[in-house]
Every structure is written in C-alpha cells, then in structure tokens.
C-alpha cells in the first residue's frame, strides 16, 4: 500500500528556516512524480514545488529563490528546503505522489511562521 508520510513541520520566526521531509513506501519512488503543496486557512490547497522523475524542478512563483525540493532514491524520501520563511508561508504542507495516474496524499505537517 502506498504510504507518505511528511515530518518536519513546526513553529518558526519570519526569516527562519525549516526543512520538510516526507519518506515514501509502496511504490517505485524513483520513477515517480514527487510534489509538495499547502492549505491555509480559507484557502484552496496549492501547488508549492515538484520534483520530476527525471530530475527537474518546478516551483510556484510565490517561493521561486526561496525553497528548494531535492529527493534521495536510495532513501525513498523526498525533501523541502525553506528559507526566508514569511508569515504567509503558513499552512499544512502535503506530500504527493502521482503513480500511474492517481494521486496519492500524505497526512500533512503543519508550518507556522510568527514572530
């Protein structure tokens, strides 16, 4: 059964930094998409960055030159490095997986940036 499960997550001051991790179980990690977005409060849930299986990167305009996704296949596990951290940056964060065409969802980890 497909699993991600995110870590990371917490309280941390404008300016800040913080890493996400999400480790990966179930599938061929290595071939797959691997994404990140987030939900604020009374807001739809976004994109925040991909990881491609081919290496590449994408990220939304609100966090390009900020965050960084990276992934280790030998570990299964998919990161996001966040720096400059705003209050905006606030939300749930989610891990996820497209394979073979469904979606798959992590349970989320939560990121307050607050002074």
């Known amino acids: 059964q497909v699993q991600l499960v995110e870590s990371g997550g917490g309280l941390v001051q404008p300016g800040g930094s913080l890493r996400l991790s999400c480790a990966a179980s179930?599938?061929?990690?290595?071939?797959?998409?691997m994404s990140w977005y987030r939900q604020a409060p009374g807001k739809e849930r976004g994109l925040v960055a991909t990881?491609?299986?081919?290496?590449?990167?994408y990220y939304a305009d609100s966090v390009k030159g900020r965050f960084t996704v990276s992934r280790d296949n030998a570990k299964n596990t998919v990161y996001l490095q966040m720096n400059s951290l705003k209050s905006e940056d606030t939300a749930v964060y989610y891990c996820n997986a497209v394979i073979a065409e469904y979606n798959y969802w992590g349970q989320g980890t939560q990121v307050t940036v607050s002074s």
């Open positions: 179930g599938f061929a990690f290595s071939g797959s998409f």
């Open positions: 990881s491609t299986s081919g290496g590449g990167t």
